[in-house]
């Protein structure tokens, strides 16, 4: 993951992920790597994450990379902050995936789904359909109440 890094950031050219403060930016974009042949399944990882165990009876052995991009990223936003990331349409559609789903609607409002053409990745082979996934995260103040099917 690239980080710019700006005069007044919060963290410093060289730190690591694991050194960036919660809830500091004010703007994240992200191009996360996804895919089945990148699974994250080391249980030191998969604890610091609340979607291993989210709404599953056992703790989850393996996740895609981007479904944790997902959640850290929301946690790196600042309340109010906004936050684009490119996702594959999966996660916005298959039903297996609603508690992803349910997690960013508990956090963020859905600013845009941004569809993107097929051939936007066809360099990198693979083909995969993917959309931009546009939020903006809750301020402190009381978050809405979900309804209806997610």
């Not at 992803?100 to 569809?115: F, G, H, P, Q, T």
């Amino acid at each position: 993951m690239l980080v710019f890094v700006e005069q007044h950031s919060p963290v410093s050219a060289d730190a690591g992920l694991e050194n960036i403060r919660l809830e500091s930016f004010d703007v994240v974009l992200t191009n996360p790597p996804f895919g089945s042949k990148l699974p994250i399944d080391d249980p030191y990882i998969l604890d610091q994450f609340e979607l291993s165990i989210a709404e599953a009876k056992a703790p989850r052995s393996s996740l895609p990379p981007e479904q944790l991009f997902v959640e850290r990223c929301l946690e790196f936003v600042k309340p109010g902050g906004r936050m684009a990331i490119v996702l594959p349409d999966s996660i916005l559609s298959n039903p297996g995936l609603a508690f992803i789903r349910r997690k960013v609607l508990r956090n963020a409002y859905i600013i845009a789904s941004i569809d993107l053409p097929r051939q936007m990745f066809a360099r990198s082979d693979t083909h995969t359909m993917t959309s931009v996934l546009v939020l903006q995260k809750f301020s402190d103040a009381p978050t809405p109440t979900l309804t209806g099917m997610v």
